[in-house]
């Protein structure tokens, strides 16, 4: 998932990234970043001035088995480039814990890759991305230390089960929410089952999601959706532009149901089920439940973590 480094001139490049893109990140690092004896700055020098004391033991991450992947950002590699200067990392496939550089979408994409393939590792994201609701702010120095202060945020997935007009079933995980949008004009008509008994025999709308409290600042809060504490065993089940029943917004639900959704009509009004960013189309049953079985862990500092970045959410304008 990351990118070799090469070696170009004053600094370091990835895979083409420009000078000047790795210049940027520096300048983004605060203004306090200072080329001291080849290395960026936050090790003192020693008296004579001829470089910086290294503090070995916190440079070398692949001592401590810690790995880093990039998104392919420009954004992302050049941070890339100046943490492989700065620092020495395990290989991906060895580490036990990984550092993040891009955005809440990479984030998504590499806990979805270590559900895959069924090796959950604790992930510090950084951010070198949009919004980066899911990671920490980008920083350059003292990263050792922030991990080992870390707090562990544990998230569990949901799990989603759509089967399409064919008959065919995908199963998949989502981490934020899974969603049912539809694919044309025509609203969509859909029955809402919790444990199998039915709450809505019909929903017209654009569509209708089951969000984690993880996710219930994403696609759910711009549905009007609740925003839920992480601590919350609950999950929100939110309408999308309802239409009838106009003023049903939704529910709160115990995270221990599950929720099934069959699609009215399903060819004459197709409708999508999106876990996260996979994507069954046609469908005309989907079963959702949070996965027990599985569990993710994201590293934040401790000033800056998820739980309490959601409940301020409640009070954002």
Known sequence: MSTPVGRRGHHDVVAGVAPDAVGQVERDHGGGVAEVGGVIGGDATDIHGRGPVLDEHRRDLAARRIGLVASPTEAARAAEALLRRRYKWADEEAAETLVALGGDGF???????????????????????????????????????????????RVAPLSMEAT?????????????????????????KIEICVNGRVVMPELVADGVLVATPAGSTAYNLSAHGPILPLAAKMLALTSISPFRPRRWSGAILPDDVSVSFRVLE???????AVADQFEVREVCTVDVKLDRERSLTLLFDPEHALDER????????
Do not use: C
């Not at 919004?131 to 945020?153: C, P, S, T």
């Not at 399903?266 to 999508?272: G, Y």
């Not at 959601?310 to 304008?317: C, D, N």
């Open 107 to 153: 984030m998504l994409q590499t806990l979805h890759a270590m559900l895959e393939e069924g090796e959950a590792r604790p992930v510090f994201g950084m951010n070198r991305g949009t919004f980066g609701f899911l990671m920490n702010e980008w920083r350059l120095d003292r990263l050792y230390e922030r991990i080992q202060a870390a707090k562990h945020i």
């Open 266 to 272: 399903a060819e004459k009004r197709p409708v999508a």
């Open 310 to 317: 959601i409940a301020m959410e409640q009070f954002a304008h």
């Open 164 to 188: 399409n007009i064919r008959g065919e079933t995908w199963t998949h995980p989502a981490i934020n929410e899974v969603s049912l949008l539809r694919e044309t004009r025509q609203t969509a």
